[in-house]
């Protein structure tokens, strides 16, 4: 806690969203068990609201990891998709080695893309994830690594603004192209699916639904609280006068490639924590996950809902995408063209997103 | 304090072919105050810009004590103990009076470090005595991209005081100041240069006048005279140098 903060009392629009924030989360808390009661219940939630905020919880959370990362270090990524991808892939990885030998060829160790491909045996990189905890642990290490070391390459070399966010694009891309191979041994276009169970529970009944989805919720929260603490002490406040005037801090003998990467890392984690939570709940994943648009989406959210803000990341990826939701049914044709006009209107008008709006009117 | 010298000897910088500095020596001494003037594209930035590691010599030694400052980046060099004043006061304007100067406050400065950071009682007074000897207690939350000119100039010299370098390099304090802000900054300045070394660059020769410090007098990027304030003044290279010939 930062002994400056102290000193101001919260505003009312402060105390107003952390209501709004603790009502919402109760909000969500009640939706699986409100799913419970019988459809003609006027309270009853539908399966697929269910589903579909479970989902938007996940992206909660990439936002959150992007507006570490962009918001606050100042570092724009237009590939936060791709640790999002990774995280959900050696998700899917640990699924598919609890298939075992119900899939449909039952071999009893091979997926069935292996056997259909004509592999022999497991390729290296496809041993331990069997276990639940290290696959866990990959989840979070795979997109870690893979930061740092772009991190380290782009950093070192001060590589900043739109250079860097090209980088970021290109790596999704790459990897793209790469995962839609099939010698990849990642089931090439068609990816993972057709999981049956994670921690001994079936995926396809309710209590998995609903188990899944608070446990998204609960990470969501964690890594709320996370950011929070990481933003409000001083390393918050290096990586805000980072992203202000990064030269200037180098001259207060801070190391600002340390730090830049110190944030990415963590952000990358982040966004893998939530792709291993999203998988299991859509059922599949696949190199789609990695197109640079999703990426992108991905800033639009965080630009919406405010940069710099916590809150504002996380109303970003749920008005953005209930947006989404409505208008990819009500008028799928238009979807991408609000998006596009979505982030201009926002850039031009409210470069402070929805919580910039919300702080005018607490004024 | 041990005290260290500042040492340039036959430091050549090269861009594109342009020679922002040609074989230039200088030497400051522990605790010595130094003006360096000169005309517009003498070298006098470039020169600041090798001292504190932005720009590397093409030829030439630069050292800090026993340090090779040729070696070193940005950051390493502000923790040797060598702090910048830039010409365009380059203040973080998200955060508040009293976080710039906590962020420059002497601590580690790793990112396990500051995210473990508790400001001590001890740090807060050295904050609070900052503020009062730069004119800003009154200003302490107020996010510094708000303050004027002049006070965003002091909070940078404040936050030099609170980082305590051993050597200062102060480029242009002055410049856009009103004759009141001018004072206030000279008598800012003089209070630091009684415990540091310092290095100003200065176009202002009324000003270099009141420092009462020996004068360095650059010219496309090598030295053209040295010595006191009357003594550079009289010197014919000079004259024709800043009068035109």
Redesign the interface.
């Known amino acids: 806690m ?3 903060a102290l ?2 009392p919260p505003s009312r629009l402060r105390l107003g969203l952390r209501a709004g924030m603790i009502g919402a989360v109760c909000l969500l808390a009640a939706f699986p068990v409100l799913n419970q009661l019988p459809e003609t219940h006027a309270l009853h939630v539908s399966d697929f609201l269910v589903s579909v905020s479970g989902k938007w919880i996940c992206y909660a959370i990439l936002a959150l990891s992007l507006d570490l990362a962009w918001g606050y270090a100042g570092i724009l990524s237009l590939g936060h998709g791709a640790f999002f991808a990774l995280g959900g892939y050696a998700m899917g990885m640990h699924l598919m080695r609890l298939i075992g030998p119900r899939g449909v060829y039952g071999h009893p160790v091979l997926p069935d893309f292996m056997v259909f491909l004509g592999y022999r045996e497991l390729p290296w990189y496809w041993l331990g994830f069997d276990n639940v905890a290290f696959a866990m642990l990959m989840v979070l290490l795979v997109p870690g690594v893979l930061a740092l070391v772009l991190g380290w390459l782009c950093f070192r070399s001060r590589i900043t603004g739109v250079y860097l966010s090209i980088i970021t694009q290109a790596m999704t891309y790459a990897l793209m192209l790469a995962f839609f191979r099939n010698d990849m041994g990642f089931g090439g276009n068609n990816g993972f699916t057709d999981f049956k169970e994670l921690l001994g529970m079936p995926l396809n009944t309710g209590a998995a639904r609903a188990a899944l989805f608070y446990a998204s919720l609960v990470s969501l929260v964690v890594c709320y609280l996370l950011c929070r603490w ?1 933003t409000a ?3 918050g ?2 990586l ?2 980072i ?3 990064e ?2 801090v ?7 490639t ?2 830049k990467l ?2 990415f890392v963590a952000s990358a984690m982040m966004a893998g924590l939530a792709g291993a939570l999203y998988v299991p709940q859509v059922g599949i994943i696949n190199p789609g996950e990695f197109s640079p648009g999703n990426s992108i989406e991905a800033v639009v959210w965080v630009a919406v809902g405010g940069r710099g803000t916590l809150v504002g990341a996380v109303l970003g990826a749920f008005s953005v995408n209930g947006l989404k939701t409505w208008l990819t049914s009500a008028a799928p044709d238009l979807w991408l063209f609000v998006l596009g006009g979505l982030f201009v209107a926002v850039t031009l008008f409210l470069p402070k997103g929805l919580i910039g709006l919300l702080q005018g009117r607490g004024k | 304090m041990k005290g260290r010298r500042l040492y340039l000897d036959g430091v050549s910088v090269v861009f594109d072919g342009f020679r922002a500095l040609n074989n230039l020596a200088l030497v400051v001494e522990p605790g010595e105050m130094r003006a360096v003037i000169g005309p517009n594209g003498a070298g006098k930035t470039t020169m600041m810009d090798v001292i504190t590691g932005k720009t590397r010599p093409t030829a030439g030694i630069a050292t800090f004590g026993d340090s090779d400052l040729t070696r070193m980046d940005e950051a390493a060099i502000a923790n040797l103990g060598i702090g910048r004043k830039f010409q365009k006061p380059t203040v973080f304007d998200a955060l508040t009076v009293f976080e710039n100067l906590e962020l420059a406050l002497k601590a580690p400065r790793g990112p396990i470090a500051c995210l473990r950071w508790i400001l001590s009682g001890e740090g807060r007074t050295r904050v609070e005595e900052v503020m009062t000897e730069t004119g800003l207690t009154d200003r302490a939350q107020d996010p510094a991209g708000i303050l004027s000119h002049g006070q965003r100039q002091w909070l940078e010299i404040g936050m030099l005081m609170m980082q305590d370098p051993e050597l200062l390099l102060v480029d242009e304090p002055v410049a856009g100041m009103t004759d009141a802000e001018t004072e206030h900054t000279a008598a800012l300045l003089a209070r630091i240069a009684g415990k540091h070394s310092v290095v100003v660059v200065e176009h202002d020769l009324e000003f270099v006048r009141a420092l009462g410090c020996r004068v360095t007098v650059l010219h496309e990027g090598s030295v053209l005279s040295e010595g006191s304030i009357d003594h550079v003044q009289n010197d014919p290279r000079v004259v024709e140098v800043y009068l035109g010939r």
């Not at chain 1, 180098?250 to 600002?256: A, I, K, S």
């Open positions: 930062s002994a400056t000193d101001t990481m002490t001083k390393y406040r290096v805000t006068a992203r202000d005037a030269s200037r180098r001259f207060l003998g801070y190391d600002v340390r730090h110190f944030a």
